[in-house]
């Protein structure tokens, strides 16, 4: 008698065009800040379709994709875009950045735009701020997004919601903008930080 030889798991074919999709949806997942489970549920698929999806392993039908573009709040051509063509790129030479008169602005407070990028659903807005001669403390900072800021020069205190730190040359801070901060005390100057904030695109 001879022994029936064991089947060997047929390999994975993954199609291009698959591995691409799933890629961009994967990409505008971790962008958006959603898990798989989220994603999944919002769009009507299950925890495993997405997976198989974002490891290119199925060709999503356009229904499918159509779901996940709502779930993901961006137009279902996103999901076809080629990430290696993309021109995006912004050189800001020293001294070079845009002055920007924002709306709101507090008196004395300089904004130098260092750079716009105009594809991808995460708005970013980078600023080198310097406080002029007559600049006076402001704490009613309030806006939607992430900010980061990294102080140059000068030596404040700066507020968030109900906490106070002294901070420096050198010295970060990283927090959720809509609760108010801002500069409660200046205590030398002249006072320059980067701020940068980050926003999901509507």
């Given at each position: 008698?001879t022994?029936?030889?064991?089947?060997?798991?047929?390999?994975?074919?993954?199609?291009?065009?698959?591995?691409?999709?799933?890629?961009?949806?994967r990409a505008?997942?971790?962008?958006?800040?959603v898990s798989?489970g989220?994603?999944?549920q919002?769009?009507g698929?299950?925890?495993s379709?997405l997976s198989?999806?974002?490891?290119?392993?199925?060709?999503?039908?356009?229904?499918?994709?159509?779901?996940?573009a709502?779930?993901?709040?961006?137009?279902?051509?996103?999901?076809?875009s080629d990430q290696a063509?993309?021109?995006?790129?912004?050189?800001?030479r020293?001294?070079r950045?845009v002055l920007?008169?924002?709306i709101?602005?507090?008196?004395?407070?300089?904004?130098?735009?260092?750079?716009?990028?105009l594809s991808g659903n995460?708005?970013?807005?980078?600023?080198?701020?310097?406080l002029?001669?007559?600049?006076?403390?402001?704490v009613?900072?309030?806006?939607?997004?992430?900010k980061?800021l990294?102080?140059?020069?000068?030596?404040v205190?700066?507020r968030?919601a109900?906490?106070?730190?002294?901070?420096g040359?050198?010295d970060?801070l990283l927090?959720?903008?809509?609760?108010?901060?801002?500069?409660d005390?200046i205590h030398?100057?002249?006072v320059?930080?980067l701020?940068?904030?980050?926003t999901l695109r509507?």
């Amino acid at each position: 008698m001879t022994r029936a030889r064991a089947r060997q798991p047929a390999p994975v074919v993954r199609s291009l065009s698959a591995a691409r999709i799933g890629v961009q949806v994967r990409a505008l997942r971790m962008a958006a800040g959603v898990s798989g489970g989220t994603l999944a549920q919002a769009s009507g698929i299950s925890p495993s379709m997405l997976s198989r999806i974002e490891r290119g392993l199925v060709s999503p039908s356009v229904e499918t994709l159509e779901r996940l573009a709502q779930g993901l709040h961006v137009p279902t051509s996103r999901f076809f875009s080629d990430q290696a063509r993309r021109t995006d790129f912004c050189h800001v030479r020293a001294g070079r950045g845009v002055l920007v008169d924002r709306i709101g602005a507090v008196a004395d407070y300089r904004y130098e735009l260092l750079g716009h990028l105009l594809s991808g659903n995460l708005f970013v807005e980078p600023y080198l701020v310097t406080l002029l001669p007559g600049a006076d403390p402001y704490v009613t900072f309030q806006h939607p997004g992430l900010k980061f800021l990294y102080f140059l020069s000068g030596e404040v205190s700066y507020r968030y919601a109900g906490k106070t730190v002294e901070v420096g040359a050198g010295d970060s801070l990283l927090f959720d903008a809509t609760a108010l901060h801002g500069i409660d005390t200046i205590h030398s100057g002249p006072v320059s930080y980067l701020s940068v904030v980050f926003t999901l695109r509507e």
